[in-house]
């Protein structure tokens, strides 16, 4: 925790300090990113304390807290996010409506953040993400389709157990543990919600949530 913290601690001082500074006040854009800054931090050290909860209680339920959230303002607030860190960034949401869920918005940004992460992560040119949020019979669907390296066909079944990383060129240079997926399934599995993955027909893969309607 002190290894987490300790930098994290810095940064946000630092950044309010230099959130105060005149020459910053005075440039919009500039005061704008630093906001930015100090928001993020204050997300992330949220996210470590959850993810020590993750490994203090493996095995248990994490604490959730449900409210009705509107999924297409938590889509653009993470696109927005990630489009300031990756400027060849393209998503397209088709989306006919949008859709109230039983969900904990905390959890549930971090499902969307990790799905499109990870998207990035594991694409060998600029990324490019497709969002359908749609109904079908007595369920939502939120399926990412994106255009990344894609996994072999006997492999893609083992992508939400924990630490299986895909051995390919491209994983090799990226760094991570193998839990981000399984963080979302275990999150989705709490919701009663399901997720699966298929392969495209060109190149990448399709992440699918099935969510059922209140």
């Known amino acids: 925790t002190h290894e987490f913290k300790t930098p994290l601690s810095s940064i946000l001082l630092a950044s309010s300090y230099l959130n105060k500074q005149e020459s910053i006040t005075k440039d919009k854009k500039l005061e704008k990113y630093t906001q930015i800054i100090i928001d993020q931090s204050k997300k992330l050290n949220s996210h470590i304390e959850k993810i020590l909860d993750i490994a203090k209680a493996d095995n248990s339920p994490l604490e959730m ?9 938590i889509l ?28 904990d918005t905390f959890h549930f940004t971090n499902i969307i953040y990790n799905l499109i992460d990870n998207s990035i992560k594991y694409c060998d040119e600029n990324p490019k ?86």
């Open 65 to 73: 807290v449900k409210t009705n959230v509107a999924i297409l303002p």
């Open 76 to 103: 653009q607030e993470v696109i927005d996010n990630m489009q300031l860190k990756h400027q060849n960034l393209e998503i397209i949401i088709n989306a006919k409506n949008n859709f109230l869920i039983d969900a």
């Open 129 to 214: 993400i497709l969002i359908n949020l749609y109904k079908k019979e007595d369920y939502i669907y939120l399926d990412f389709v994106d255009n990344g390296i894609g996994v072999e066909g006997k492999n893609i079944s083992f992508i939400f157990d924990k630490f299986y990383r895909v051995q390919s060129k491209k994983s090799n240079e990226v760094n991570g543990f193998g839990l981000g997926l399984f963080y979302v399934k275990k999150i989705c599995t709490q919701h009663g919600w399901k997720i699966f993955a298929t392969n495209n027909n060109d190149k990448g893969i399709t992440i699918s949530i099935k969510i059922p309607l209140k």
